[in-house]
C-alpha cells in the first residue's frame, strides 16, 4: 500500500474529524493534479489518522508524488471567498466553529 502526499494552502475551516460520506463529492483527490471541487468548495478529509476534515476553497496544490512543489505564488482571498466558505460550512455541518483562515498542511492519503 502507498501513501500519497500532497501540500495544501486552503482558506477554510478546519473541523475535528467527521466519518460522514457528505464529503464524498467535495474532496479532492491526490492522483490528479487538477483541484477537486463542487461549486468551488473541496473538503480535505484525513481518512488515515482522523485528525481533521478541512472544507474551503483550495489556493495552491503540490503532490509530492510528482516533485511538482509550490511555484512562487502570491495567495490571496476576496469577501466572496469568505462568504462562500461560511456559506457551504454551515450548509454541510451546521456549524461554525471558528471564522475560516488560511491552511498550510502536508496531507498524507
Known sequence: MSVQIVHY???GIKY????DDIFEEYEDSAFKSKIGN???ITAIVDGMDGK???????LAKASAER????DITE???TEDTVNLVI???TELIGHIPNA????VFTHYS
Do not use: E, T, W
Not at 52 to 58: A, Q, T
Not at 100 to 103: A, D, F, G, I, M
Open 16 to 19: 475535528k474529524y467527521i466519518d
Open 38 to 40: 463542487k461549486d468551488g
Open 100 to 103: 475560516p483562515k488560511l491552511y
Open 9 to 11: 494552502v486552503i482558506f
Open 75 to 77: 495567495i490571496s482571498y
Open 87 to 89: 456559506s457551504k460550512c
Open 67 to 70: 516533485c511538482d512543489g509550490f
Open 52 to 58: 481533521y476534515v478541512f472544507i474551503g476553497k483550495i
